[in-house]
């Protein structure tokens, strides 16, 4: 098997093995994405992978598909992309279709109940542990003070004043964008004023 | 005929209007599925809902792969899939790649330092509502447990998260029916 056909079937795969094992909707599914692309296969750094995330999560429509897609474009270009995304969304697609003469069955079955419940705290695991890999970039990059002063900023406008997560994702990408400009600044103000001292 | 036109349409509305992931967009579904062309009823709706929530994978598609299906066969199937997947994915490609050019510039490379912790504290208030509505599904201690077991198996046994969503579906589907 060459190195192009091997790398469209771990995509396949993975893809696959995101879709059918991703319960709760889009959100869920994002740690599982991120294990497959960066931890597993490393076809992109975390740094990269926040960014899509990010910019992903300002952008309407499904979260799950606009990932998938741009992995499989990243990867192979168009082809990667339509293959990324059938293989992430059809058995569940298929399995709609076809459970649906037994749907009272499925969703009364407490055996279903109790697997679907069994699930929830690993993904609140898997969700945790990549709240604390993004926080810890943040402190990397950004240092202690300002790191946790832009916590706090997030999480009030966020959680506080309910302002939408497109807004305040454009809000810090806007302020990011002359970021080290302001920085490199103040840092040259700040000598300029100690040598005026001394 | 009409009727993929129809279905192109309100899944494209349905989707690119709805912001945050599958889930925001499911009023918006409803909106289109029942209430404007009435492809299924209220009950019809309700019922593929709760067969959408015990699968897997993203709900978005699972729903237009259903009505589309429903209302206009495989071609009909494909289109909802299609007006609701390719806009928001080619939007997302688009702009990354405009972002790509500039990688080395100060100025991306700011914003992608900026937007870390707003992921984390998203990724947080996610931790947060899922833990939460775990607790109340079962318990502090069935939830703790299993968060507790997982983490270890993840984080310090390096097992890929696919065994270890297996077996909790094998925990829940054999113990925790018992609370359900």
């Known amino acids: 098997m060459n190195n192009s056909w091997k790398l469209y079937w771990q995509l396949s795969i993975a893809m696959i093995r995101t879709g059918i094992l991703g319960y709760g909707g889009g959100p869920s599914v994002i740690p599982l994405i991120r294990y497959e692309a960066v931890t597993r296969y490393r076809w992109m750094e975390d740094d990269e992978f926040g960014e899509t995330l990010a910019i992903a999560n300002a952008l309407p429509g499904p979260i799950a598909t606009k990932m998938a897609a741009y992995i499989g474009y990243k990867l192979k270009g168009n082809v990667g992309a339509v293959l990324a995304v059938i293989t992430h969304i059809l058995p569940s697609c298929i399995a709609m279709i076809a459970l649906l003469s037994v749907v009272s069955v499925l969703s009364t079955s407490k055996v279903v109940a109790g697997m679907i419940a069994g699930v929830a705290p690993v993904v609140a695991v898997m969700l945790g542990v990549m709240a604390y890999e993004f926080a810890k970039k943040t402190i990397d990059g950004l240092g202690k003070v300002m790191g946790i002063a832009m916590f706090l900023l997030a999480f009030l406008l966020l959680e506080t004043v309910h302002i939408h997560p497109a807004i305040v994702i454009i809000l810090f990408l806007a302020y990011g964008s002359i970021h080290f400009r302001t920085a490199a600044k103040w840092k040259k103000e700040h000598k300029n004023k100690e040598s005026e001292k001394a | ?180």
């Not at chain 2, 889930?23 to 709760?50: C, R």
């Not at chain 2, 900026?114 to 899922?130: C, E």
């Not at chain 2, 046994?157 to 077996?167: D, G």
């Open chain 2, 1 to 180: 005929m009409t009727v993929w036109i129809q279905l192109m349409i309100g899944f494209f509305l349905a989707n690119a209007l709805g912001y945050g992931g599958g889930p925001s967009s499911i009023p918006l579904m409803y909106e289109e599925i029942v209430s404007h062309y009435h492809w299924l009823n209220n009950q019809e709706f309700s019922n593929m809902l709760a067969l959408g929530n015990a699968l897997p994978g993203p709900i978005a598609t699972k729903i237009a792969a259903f009505v589309g299906f429903d209302a206009g066969g495989w071609v009909g199937m494909l289109v909802a899939l299609g007006a609701t997947v390719i806009p928001s994915a080619a939007a997302l490609i688009f702009l990354l790649r405009v972002l790509e050019k500039h990688r080395h510039s100060l100025v991306v490379k700011g914003m992608t330092l900026l937007v870390q912790p707003v992921i984390a504290i998203m990724m947080v208030v996610l931790t947060w509502q899922m833990g939460k509505s775990s607790i109340s599904s079962i318990g502090i201690w069935h939830s703790l447990g299993i968060a507790a077991v997982s983490f270890w198996a993840m984080e310090k046994l390096k097992l890929h998260p696919a065994l270890v969503i297996v077996a909790a579906f094998a925990y829940g589907g054999i113990v925790l029916q018992h609370s359900m």
